[in-house]
């Protein structure tokens, strides 16, 4: 059997690393690995290459690369700055790049008509007018990384011939782990601290992602995500908060059935559902004991101390280029919060200032997304100057 050619966006970060470990468990036979793209984690980059020995390594920061280039020197790599060299020699591509730096290469790969692993939701959120027409090209195939889309995708699959807009529906359920502030007022928040906010109580991620956990502008955005991937209207996607995260998201049906996707929290699942997708791989990564496991809790989330997940459904419900502002401010804000300039509760009134100046339009092209998003991210950088002044 012919190996399957994976190429990873991303690959130093959490999703990247995590998908090498996919690769390894299933073998080389099953997989192999022809690309890996950095923004400047060279000395990750450089070890990965040298295990992997890839066809092409993309590393975007110009130092990091002349390091990269030099360390392979003497193997048949090429080196390059562009991020969607990567998908040319590849099967399927993992998107684990984090922010909207990971939409060119969502774009390229669907244009040419391949299997993307999407776990770069802000390149979906941001673009979804310009990324969507691109999803109809013959080959391309879009695979959610996200533990929650890809429970989703699971549940679907279950419905017959299911397609965007089926009637057996009756909505989408996203679970939340409520993050490490779960249960807490906006008042206990007010001087939280970076360590704290990073201090997820059941998944290990990337700086940005945990932030946007405590927040609950992850699940905010995974509700616009879950709107662009599936076709579902925002009034039927509901969010519940599920501290175990043992269950990963559910789908009900018309007749009140409920299907839900379960395993242990572990991204290895749902980057491996990606990679063997349409079949599945043979490493249960994720298995549950059902002799220890005692209880499963729900609850409604908090939209008052976690203003973001409305937010993000005000963004997604006035649509256009208003998801593509809301993520670029979010992303300025939670870097801010990261280099205490910004309090981690002024995260959320950063990105109300910048939604509520929205100028209404809607994107086109990948240039027009590009202005979105810095022209938002022009007027969280004002907000976040204006409220961090004494």
């Given at each position: 059997?012919?190996?399957?050619?994976?190429?990873?966006?991303?690959?130093?970060?959490?999703?990247?690393?995590?998908?090498?470990?996919?690769?390894?468990?299933?073998?080389?036979?099953?997989?192999?690995?022809?690309?890996?793209?950095?923004?400047?984690s060279a000395a990750t980059?450089?070890?990965?290459?040298?295990?992997?020995?890839?066809?092409?390594?993309?590393?975007?920061?110009?130092?990091?690369?002349?390091?990269?280039?030099?360390?392979?020197?003497?193997?048949?790599?090429?080196?390059?700055?562009?991020?969607?060299?990567?998908?040319?020699?590849?099967?399927?591509?993992?998107?684990?790049?984090?922010?909207?730096?990971?939409?060119?290469?969502?774009?390229?790969?669907?244009?040419?008509?391949?299997?993307?692993?999407?776990?770069?939701?802000?390149?979906?959120?941001?673009?979804?007018?310009?990324?969507?027409?691109?999803?109809?090209?013959?080959?391309?195939?879009?695979?959610?990384?996200?533990?929650?889309?890809?429970?989703?995708?699971?549940?679907?699959?279950?419905?017959?011939?299911?397609?965007?807009?089926?009637?057996?529906?009756?909505?989408?359920?996203?679970?939340?782990?409520?993050?490490?502030?779960?249960?807490?007022?906006?008042?206990?928040?007010?001087?939280?601290?970076?360590?704290?906010?990073l201090a997820h109580p059941?998944?290990?991620?990337?700086?940005?992602?945990?932030?946007?956990?405590?927040?609950?502008?992850?699940?905010?955005?995974?509700?616009?995500?879950?709107?662009?991937?599936?076709?579902?209207?925002?009034?039927?996607?509901?969010?519940?908060?599920?501290?175990?995260?043992?269950?990963?998201?559910?789908?009900?049906?018309?007749?009140?059935?409920?299907?839900?996707?379960?395993?242990?929290?572990?991204?290895?699942?749902?980057?491996?559902?990606?990679?063997?997708?349409?079949?599945?791989?043979?490493?249960?990564?994720?298995?549950?004991?059902?002799?220890?496991?005692?209880?499963?809790?729900?609850?409604?989330?908090?939209?008052?101390?976690?203003?973001?997940?409305?937010?993000?459904?005000?963004?997604?419900?006035?649509?256009?280029?208003?998801?593509?502002?809301?993520?670029?401010?979010?992303?300025?804000?939670?870097?801010?919060?990261?280099?205490?300039?910004?309090?981690?509760?002024?995260?959320?009134?950063?990105?109300?200032?910048?939604?509520?100046?929205?100028?209404?339009?809607?994107?086109?092209?990948?240039?027009?997304?590009?202005?979105?998003?810095?022209?938002?991210?022009?007027?969280?950088?004002?907000?976040?100057?204006?409220?961090?002044?004494?």
């Amino acid at each position: 059997m012919t190996p399957v050619r994976v190429a990873i966006a991303g690959s130093s970060g959490s999703i990247g690393t995590q998908t090498l470990d996919v690769v390894r468990a299933e073998g080389s036979d099953r997989y192999e690995v022809v690309g890996l793209g950095v923004g400047a984690s060279a000395a990750t980059v450089i070890e990965q290459a040298l295990e992997f020995r890839p066809a092409v390594v993309a590393v975007s920061d110009e130092a990091a690369r002349r390091e990269v280039a030099a360390a392979l020197a003497d193997e048949p790599i090429e080196v390059t700055d562009d991020a969607t060299a990567l998908v040319d020699a590849a099967d399927v591509v993992i998107n684990g790049v984090v922010g909207f730096a990971g939409l060119p290469v969502t774009i390229e790969t669907l244009r040419v008509g391949k299997r993307l692993g999407l776990a770069n939701k802000e390149s979906l959120i941001a673009a979804g007018p310009v990324v969507q027409p691109l999803r109809s090209t013959p080959g391309a195939e879009l695979v959610p990384v996200d533990s929650e889309h890809c429970a989703i995708h699971q549940c679907l699959r279950s419905s017959v011939g299911f397609d965007h807009g089926h009637r057996e529906v009756g909505r989408i359920v996203l679970t939340a782990s409520g993050g490490p502030f779960r249960g807490r007022t906006l008042d206990e928040l007010a001087d939280v601290t970076r360590d704290q906010a990073l201090a997820h109580p059941t998944w290990a991620m990337g700086p940005k992602i945990t932030i946007d956990s405590s927040t609950l502008m992850n699940k905010g955005l995974e509700v616009i995500e879950a709107h662009e991937l599936f076709g579902v209207d925002y009034d039927l996607i509901d969010v519940v908060v599920h501290p175990q995260s043992i269950v990963h998201s559910m789908v009900e049906f018309t007749d009140g059935s409920t299907i839900a996707q379960l395993s242990l929290p572990d991204m290895r699942l749902p980057i491996g559902y990606a990679l063997g997708y349409p079949n599945r791989i043979g490493t249960p990564f994720g298995r549950i004991d059902w002799t220890r496991l005692d209880r499963l809790d729900f609850e409604p989330p908090d939209t008052d101390t976690f203003r973001c997940l409305g937010l993000a459904y005000a963004a997604g419900r006035v649509g256009g280029t208003a998801p593509a502002w809301l993520s670029a401010a979010n992303e300025v804000a939670v870097d801010a919060f990261l280099e205490n300039r910004l309090r981690w509760a002024d995260i959320a009134s950063v990105c109300a200032e910048v939604l509520d100046t929205h100028d209404g339009a809607t994107p086109d092209t990948v240039a027009d997304v590009i202005d979105a998003d810095a022209t938002a991210r022009r007027r969280a950088e004002a907000a976040i100057e204006s409220i961090s002044r004494p």
